[in-house]
Structures are given as C-alpha cells and as structure tokens.
C-alpha cells in the first residue's frame, strides 16, 4: 500500500511472493502520480479517465463533453479523451498560452499576444474564430458556441446562428458559455444572460449581487458571491413534470459556505472551498459527484459534461497577493503580481481617496505567471492605485 503517493513515487512497480518452495515476481505495473484527479466517467470508454502519466506543472484544467484540456506552466497545451472530432488534437504550433477551455466538442486556448485558437468540431461555426479578433483576456467554450472577453469589457461570441451579446453590454470581467445560452459578469458584480431560457437558465434571481464569479452547465447557472455562498437558478429547482429535470444541479447543500469557485457540469455543479476540499451536487449517474475522501490540497475546479476535474497543488490560491515592484519611470506606474491562469486583472486608480469612483484601466489576462500592470497615464501627482481579479 502507497499511502499519500507523491509525484516522486510514479515508475514501474512488481510484486515478489515468496515461500521456503519458490520465488515469484510479477510481470511490471506501471503507477503513474498526476496532479488531476477524475472524478466520475465510471463508463471510461472514452478515455476521460486517461490522464497522461507524464503531466506535470499544470496550471488549469478545463473539462468538455468527453474530453479535457491541460494548460502547462511552460505555456504548452495537453489533452486528453474522446477524440471523435479531433478536440484533442492539440495544434503543433500551439505554445505561450494563457488559459484553455474545453467546449463540447471543440476546443480553445488563448496565447499571451491575445489571440484565440481553436480546433476540432466546426458544424455549428464553434471554431470559426471571427477575423481581427485580438485583445482577447479571457475565453469560454460553449455546447456548441464560443465567447471571448476583450480588454476593453466586451464579449464577442460566434456560432453558425451567433449569439447576439446583448447591446450595450460592457463593464464585463467575466464570462461562461453553457448549452445554448450564455453568461456574463460585469464588475459591479451583476450578472447578464442570454440565449435559450431553458428551464429558467438565463432568469437570473431578482436581486443578485456581489458576484465574483459565474459558471454555465447545460441547463443550470452557478454564481458565486463575495461572502462565499453559491446561488443557483435552471433546471433542478422545481418540478417541471419530467423526472429528468429532478436531479437537484440548482438546489445549493444547505450549509455550504467559504466557496472561493464554482463549476457546472452537464447535470451536476461543484464548489471549491477554502480549506482546499470540493462539494458536488446534482446528477451522479456517471459517479462525477463521488469525491474521494481523501482529496485534499484543490487548486482548482472544472466540470466536464460527464466527469469533474480537480487539480492538486499545495491548496487554494490565497485570496489576496502581494505587489511588488512598484515602481515610476518613462512607461507610467508599474506594479508586479502573481497571477492565476483563466483570471483576469485591472489596475484601478484615483487620485484622492476622498473620491468615491476609481478609474478602471484595461483588463489583462493572468497567465499563472508573474504579472506586470501599467498606468501609462501616471503623472508625478499623488495616486492612489488597487488591483482586482475576477
């Protein structure tokens, strides 16, 4: 028995039976240690359950239909699964990236220059990335459409039939592409929706505020609030005469609290605490609400149509991050920070504070590696600065 197995202890391992008549030695079993665990996909004929043994320095994951996405410190991009429509043929030039996301049957990723590549399944246009499309900050993979969130706090979505982002919607920090439908955040912490209204998935609860964070399944909405608590609306909140819609995905584990990020499955959601442990809810027919007993030390969450994702660190990243290197020179004011894969950041500042708005500057991608943000619009008068994330 490997109790607590560490990254070190993956190789070849034989078993050696002896007795005073003989010795035996097993033919060699390979154990591979890797920092995602899968939950769910108990029918693995699709191969989600495959982590590549070699993985190692992941900084985010991202689960679709069947398959998953893995982002690399060094930039590079892993998958892994269901490969009827090639989602995890990752292309050959793909390198310094920032964050992936796992569609139904396609697949994203975003490089630092701001630029979306996409791949696999493209019946619907879900990978028909529109032409001049830069700035991108953050993206989200859809059943069968894409979104992306530009510097400036717009959203561009595209399909064969877009789904036209509502006019005027702007101030937004955050997105989430389900089913048919879509999710936004703006950063006074409301939520917008649109698409398909399936079961009440894009009513949002009259009254929602101080949203941190979103997330889309396929007939259920997640937000996260700042005080840690989760709320739900969509399917599983009522009885709409068919049991299929019974299974619970937007009834919130009473009690649950301290929740730092959400995921939504196909019929399931999950929470991430601050202590480094998971909470799932809602359909388990493929097992993805089982969570081992023993899984500790998260960094972070995804949801998958039918298995969940956790990826395992030292823990949650802490909710808040030293600024170093503040500094003004010829560019403006520079500050540095460290930084999470599939967030994004913006530099704020007034100049009294007195004043009761701060100016926001653009948004920028977090990479998972050290940020730097600029004012270039610094002066040699006093100002006060803040970063946020989302």
Avoid: C
Avoid at 308 to 320: D, F, K, T, V
């Amino acid at each position: 028995m490997l109790a607590n197995a560490q990254f070190n202890q993956s190789g070849n391992y034989r078993l050696i039976v002896s007795n005073r008549l003989a010795t035996v030695r097993s033919t060699e079993a390979r154990l591979s240690v890797t920092p995602v665990a899968v939950l769910g996909g108990d029918v693995n004929f699709t191969g989600q359950k495959n982590v590549p043994g070699d993985l190692t320095n992941i900084l985010a994951v991202s689960g679709g239909n069947t398959h998953t996405l893995a982002l690399m410190k060094d930039g590079t991009v892993a998958a892994w699964g269901f490969n009827g429509s090639g989602q995890i043929d990752v292309p050959n030039d793909l390198a310094n990236q920032v964050a992936v996301s796992a569609g139904g049957f396609h697949s994203l990723a975003l490089g630092a220059d701001g630029v979306v590549r996409a791949w696999a399944h493209n019946g619907l246009g879900e990978t028909s990335v529109p032409r001049n499309l830069t700035n991108v900050v953050a993206i989200a993979g859809g059943g069968s459409h894409s979104l992306a969130l530009r510097a400036d706090g717009t959203v561009v979505a595209w399909d064969m039939n877009p789904m036209s982002v509502p006019p005027g919607l702007t101030s937004v920090v955050s997105i989430a592409a389900g089913s048919g439908f879509s999710l936004a955040l703006k950063d006074d912490g409301t939520v917008a929706a649109w698409g398909d209204n399936w079961l009440g998935r894009t009513t949002i609860p009259v009254g929602l505020t101080d949203v941190i964070a979103i997330a889309a399944g396929h007939r259920h909405s997640l937000a996260l609030k700042a005080n840690g608590n989760v709320v739900a609306w969509g399917a599983g909140t009522r009885d709409f005469g068919d049991r299929d819609y019974e299974i619970g995905q937007s009834i919130v584990p009473a009690g649950l609290s301290n929740v730092i990020a959400i995921a939504a499955g196909y019929n399931d959601s999950m929470a991430l605490k601050a202590d480094g442990t998971i909470v799932t809810w809602g359909l388990n027919d493929r097992g993805q609400a089982n969570v081992p007993p023993a899984l500790r030390n998260v960094a972070a969450i995804a949801a998958g149509d039918f298995h969940n994702l956790a990826l395992i660190g030292e823990g949650p990243p802490p909710s808040q991050v030293q600024l170093t290197n503040l500094r003004r020179d010829a560019s403006g004011f520079n500050v540095s920070l460290s930084t999470q894969s599939g967030k994004v950041y913006r530099l704020e500042y007034k100049d009294s504070l007195a004043d009761s708005n701060w100016t926001a500057l653009a948004l920028v991608a977090g990479s998972g590696r050290a940020l730097a943000l600029t004012d270039p619009t610094a002066t040699e008068s006093r100002r006060f600065y803040r970063v946020r994330r989302w």
